[in-house]
């Protein structure tokens, strides 16, 4: 029975439903990336670079005995080893040599690859204290990201997590980015199936299977939904309008009686602030 859903998933939707060994790997990986993204978000303050977040990034990954995923990656190749999406960049931002200062949002973004397995998740950090604005945005984010995660479970559809994220998004007055989407992770960095964030009635409605790892990342806009790539640097994904726009992102197991976030750290880890939806509830 799983050998023939397994093959299924692979033929039809190619879709890698994970064998004990690799979700056991994909944990890992996982928790590893969080307790990186953890310590680099410790260090957010007026003052710090994204650059230099960036080179604490690398020294971390090494520590971990990590690889990040993001950094020689794609067309033309990522230039870091994670993203850093400062106010209106939606994702993909480069980090560079402007320090942060009071009132930014900043997401930062880690993909850590461990023993060839990989974990993926980000968050959106306020530098000090921001607008109500950037509070509303932030929050929209995270209820939708919280609420998609509600919905995981065997027998449920992908559609149901656009779904779940376009009401929070619109009962905020914010936009969801239909440009960039989640995805199946775990054995590569980027699988199937791409999981839209907007309310979407596809033709084929794929159903969530034990063994499904992907990540829901809700990119969510104060203004409107449409992003803007850099002309220059071909990945830095900008608001058209210049409005504020938050992330956050984790990856997510669905097991036979519902569902894992895999991207979690333990609540001795997590220094003050951290949000609930990103420390381990057993370990509290
Ligand atoms: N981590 C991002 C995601 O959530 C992807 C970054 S691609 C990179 O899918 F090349 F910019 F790193
Ligand atoms: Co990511
Ligand atoms: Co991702």
């Given at each position: 029975m799983i050998e023939t859903l397994h093959s299924l998933y692979k033929k039809k939707h190619n879709i890698l439903l994970k064998t004990q060994k690799q979700i056991e790997g994909i944990r890992h990986a996982s928790r590893v990336a969080a307790k990186i993204l953890n310590l680099l978000c410790k260090e957010?303050?007026?003052?710090?670079t994204t650059k230099e977040l960036d080179l604490l990034s690398r020294e971390l990954h090494k520590q971990f005995l990590?690889?990040?995923?993001?950094?020689?990656?794609g067309h033309p190749p990522f230039p870091a080893s994670i993203c850093t999406s400062i106010n209106?960049?939606?994702?993909?931002g480069i980090p560079d040599n402007r320090p942060l200062q009071e009132g930014d949002i900043v997401n930062i973004d880690v993909t850590s690859i461990v023993n060839g397995y990989y974990g993926d998740l980000s968050r959106t950090v306020v530098v000090k204290q921001a607008s109500s604005d950037a509070y509303r945005v932030i929050e929209a984010s995270y209820n939708s990201l919280k609420a998609a995660i509600s919905?995981?479970?065997?027998?449920?559809?992908?559609?149901q997590i656009g779904g779940a994220i376009q009401q929070v998004a619109d009962s905020l007055g914010c936009s969801v980015v239909h440009q960039f989407v989640g995805h199946g992770i775990g054995c590569q960095f980027h699988e199937e199936p791409a999981i839209f964030h907007y309310a979407n009635k596809p033709k084929v409605d794929i159903l969530m299977q034990p063994g499904m790892t992907f990540t829901i990342e809700p990119m969510i806009n104060l203004g409107l939904c449409d992003a803007v790539v850099d002309?220059?640097?071909?990945w830095t994904a900008r608001t058209i309008d210049g409005s504020l726009s938050a992330q956050f992102e984790h990856t997510i197991l669905i097991t036979p009686t519902g569902h894992e976030i895999l991207t979690l750290i333990d609540a001795k880890e997590a220094y003050d602030g951290v949000p609930d939806l990103f420390i381990d509830p057993k370990s509290r």
């Open positions: 957010v303050r007026p003052g710090i990590a690889i990040p995923a993001p950094l020689g990656y209106d960049v939606i994702c993909h919905v995981c479970r065997p027998g449920a559809k992908l559609s002309k220059k640097d071909h």
